[in-house]
């Protein structure tokens, strides 16, 4: 079945980056855009971008732009986020989610879901 | 502040049928589909309904969207205590170079 494992939570202090991993498993990993949301604790889902693994091809949601980068391992089915100049704001559970079909970005969804890794802010 | 708007919570008894709005605009809901998750506590979301009214493989017909110009509906039909959770839409946004938008979340609460 499709699915999507991510790596473990991080603690970092203020001004460092995270990289976060998510590794897929039961699909054709270069067949599929690759998504990132993250969720602050007690709040909503915000989304902060998307990956191509084919081409390696990236769109930035404006708020994280020059502070996210998104890439791929095709070797190894693996997408990753990494969030750069971190502050106590970024605490959040970050989540990959796979684009749920091949078709164009406005009518898809976000099928299946990793299980979320916890980045702690904090000095 | 979310991009759309939805209550902040819901409640209904078991039995009961509720429904849960998401309110946009023309350059999201107005042009684009409409997705629904479900998050049940301490997990990640999962997709509970797809191109305004399309329901993935195991997620049960009690679960239906709609959508009607710049918003949107989830309903619930006979309500079970597992139901309780927060349930979120989302969509493409065509605004400067497009973005996916979610809802505030509603908080689902069976009585």
């Known amino acids: 079945q499709v699915q999507l494992v991510q790596s473990g939570a991080e603690v970092k202090k203020p001004g460092a980056s995270v990289k976060v991993s998510c590794k897929a498993s039961?699909?054709?990993?270069?067949?599929?855009?690759m998504h990132w949301v993250r969720q602050a604790p007690g709040q909503g889902l915000e989304w902060m971008g998307w990956?191509?693994?084919?081409?390696?091809?990236?769109n930035y949601a404006q708020k994280f732009q020059g502070r996210v980068t998104m890439t791929r391992d095709t070797s190894i089915s693996t997408a990753y986020m990494e969030l750069s100049r971190l502050r106590s704001d970024d605490t959040a559970v970050y989540y990959c989610?796979?684009?749920?079909?091949?078709?164009?970005?406005?009518?898809?969804?976000?099928?299946?879901w990793g299980q979320g890794t916890l980045v702690t802010v904090s000095s | 502040q979310s991009v759309l708007t939805q209550p902040p919570s819901a409640s209904g008894t078991p039995g009961q049928r509720v429904t849960i709005s998401c309110s946009g605009s023309?350059?999201?809901?107005?042009?684009?589909?409409v997705n629904w998750y479900q998050q049940l506590p301490g997990t990640a979301p999962k997709l509970l309904i797809y191109?305004?009214?399309q329901r993935p493989s195991g997620v049960p017909d009690r679960f239906s969207g709609s959508k009607s110009g710049t918003s949107a509906s989830l309903a619930i039909s006979g309500l079970q205590s597992e139901d309780e959770a927060d349930y979120y839409c989302?969509?493409?946004?065509?605004?400067?170079?497009?973005?996916?938008?979610f809802g505030g979340g509603t908080k689902l609460t069976v009585l």
């Open positions: 990956i191509n693994p084919n081409s390696g091809g990236t």
């Open positions: 191109s305004n009214n």
């Open positions: 989610a796979r684009a749920g079909a091949t078709v164009t970005i406005r009518h898809n969804w976000f099928d299946p």
């Open positions: 039961g699909y054709t990993f270069t067949g599929y855009y």
């Open positions: 989302a969509a493409w946004d065509d605004s400067l170079n497009g973005s996916w938008v």
């Open positions: 023309s350059s999201n809901i107005g042009s684009n589909t």
